[in-house]
C-alpha cells in the first residue's frame, strides 16, 4: 500500500472537488471497485450525485497519481470476477480529514449568517 508518497508532478486538488471527496468518502468505509464506487456515491447522496464513468476513471486516476488511493486487482462480495479495486491510503485519509474539516468550518460560518441559515429548507421538502 502506498503509505502517503506523492507524485510532485502531479497537483494536489484541493480544494476536493465533489466527485473526489465523494469518492474518498466512500473509500474511507472499505475497499471498492468502479461501479460499486458509483452505486455507493448514488445511495450516500439520495440520487442527488450520479458520477458518469469518464468523470469516475478521470477522478480516479488523479487520486491514484496524487497518493491518495491504492490499485490492487481482486474480487469483492458484489462482484465474484476479478476487477480492479481501489482503497484509501493514509495520506488520502489525512487528505479527507482536511477536507471535511474545512467543509465543517464553512457549514459553521454559513450557519451563523441569519441571511443564509434561518433552519428551513431552502427550496422547500424536509430537511
Known amino acids: 500500500m502506498n503509505q502517503g508518497t506523492h507524485d510532485l508532478t502531479v497537483p494536489l486538488p484541493l480544494p476536493l472537488t465533489h466527485p473526489i471527496y465523494h469518492i474518498l468518502l466512500v473509500l474511507a468505509a472499505g475497499e471498492r471497485h468502479g461501479y460499486g464506487l458509483r452505486r455507493a456515491i448514488v445511495a450516500s447522496t439520495e440520487g442527488r ?39 484509501l491510503t493514509d495520506l488520502g485519509e489525512r487528505i479527507a480529514r482536511a477536507e471535511t474539516e474545512r467543509l465543517v468550518q464553512l457549514v459553521a460560518l454559513a450557519q451563523r449568517t441569519p441571511r443564509l441559515w434561518d433552519g428551513q429548507p431552502a427550496w422547500g421538502g424536509a430537511r
Open 49 to 87: 450525485m450520479r458520477v458518469g464513468n469518464g468523470s469516475l476513471y478521470r477522478s480516479l486516476d488523479v487520486l491514484l497519481m496524487a497518493g491518495f488511493i491504492d490499485e490492487t486487482r481482486g474480487t469483492i462480495d458484489d462482484a465474484p470476477e476479478l476487477r480492479r479495486l481501489f482503497r
